[in-house]
């Protein structure tokens, strides 16, 4: 992938997605309701006691927004609000598992396919489940396509798919953390374990650069701790919804009120935790200066790779 094929293809897919209105989703749009309502209604109950817990999991597992200002905030100022938006990591984790079944990759995409239609069409999880694709499609027919390669065209082909992904700001931050981690992993492929927690860091805090800065928690803190806590805070949420299923299947009120006990101290934790990070910006982001800063970062990133294995390769 040539910086120069990158620079001039985006104008042109620009072009295309706009020009025509292009949007391939727009039929799907009941069909997702309906999914996406069965979802919501399934973590849903009347008890005012125990409804956190289901409007955390209507978020994690079926891709609601969270209706709770003050769960919400907590979630952002601790840098996991994103851990609740349905997108790369889930799909990940549901295609591992599916794979782990010695599931065929034909059935895996079409269980993916449907989850991401029951999470109500979600712009990061569309990126995330087109980039698994082009992954899979260039392993089946021996494609020697980088990380980097593979997210960049694949967040180019949504684009030219759903037009309305352009004034997204939801995609442009799954885009810029994915691209971010493949250049990461393209820098230093074999880099020792310090490196793999603060390179990927430094780097998605650079992406991100722009948004934190107008529109998002500028303080690193915000960033580190949503690092350390995600591995932690997904696995409480998995307890979490695998509790409401079980307490909804046998109709135990105890199950309930320990999966609300559970959820209680979690954001009892997170709310001391982020005590000492500032509130966020709340100046004004244009959103094509962030997909152009996005494009010029991972051009300079490609040429200044094509340059260290040069080097590397004369020495």
Request: with cysteine; glycine share 6%; proline share 4%.
């Amino acid at each position: 992938m040539s910086a120069t094929l990158m620079i001039m293809i985006l104008p042109f897919v620009l072009f295309l997605s706009i020009h025509f209105k292009i949007d391939v989703m727009k039929p799907l749009e009941p069909l997702s309701g309906t999914l996406h309502q069965q979802c919501v209604s399934w973590f849903s109950v009347n008890s005012e006691t125990i409804s956190s817990s289901y409007d955390l999991s209507r978020s994690f597992i079926c891709g609601q927004k969270v209706t709770r200002t003050s769960q919400k905030h907590t979630l952002q100022k601790s840098g996991l609000y994103h851990a609740i938006v349905v997108s790369g990591g889930h799909f990940i984790f549901l295609e591992s598992v599916l794979k782990r079944l010695f599931w065929p990759a034909w059935l895996r995409f079409i269980l993916l396919g449907l989850y991401y239609l029951m999470t109500g069409l979600q712009a990061p999880g569309l990126r995330s489940l087109m980039q698994m694709i082009a992954t899979c499609l260039c392993n089946r027919y021996g494609k020697h396509l980088s990380t980097m390669a593979l997210c960049f065209y694949s967040g180019l082909l949504c684009l030219i798919l759903c037009s309305p992904l352009w004034t997204s700001l939801s995609f442009w931050l799954s885009f810029a953390v994915s691209l971010s981690l493949s250049v990461s992993n393209e820098l230093l492929p074999r880099s020792p374990s310090s490196l793999n927690t603060l390179l990927p860091m430094s780097l998605i805090y650079l992406f991100l650069f722009p948004f934190n800065f107008l529109h998002g928690y500028a303080h690193p803190l915000n960033l580190i701790l949503g690092m350390l806590l995600l591995q932690p805070f997904c696995g409480i949420l998995l307890s979490s919804a695998g509790l409401i299923i079980l307490g909804r299947i046998l109709n135990s009120d105890g199950l309930f009120d320990l999966n609300y006990q559970i959820n209680r101290y979690l954001f009892l934790f997170l709310e001391k935790f982020t005590l000492v990070i500032p509130e966020k910006s709340h100046g004004h982001l244009s959103l094509f200066y962030l997909w152009l800063y996005l494009l010029a970062l991972v051009a300079l990133v490609h040429v200044f790779i094509i340059y260290f294995r040069r080097d590397t390769i004369r020495e």
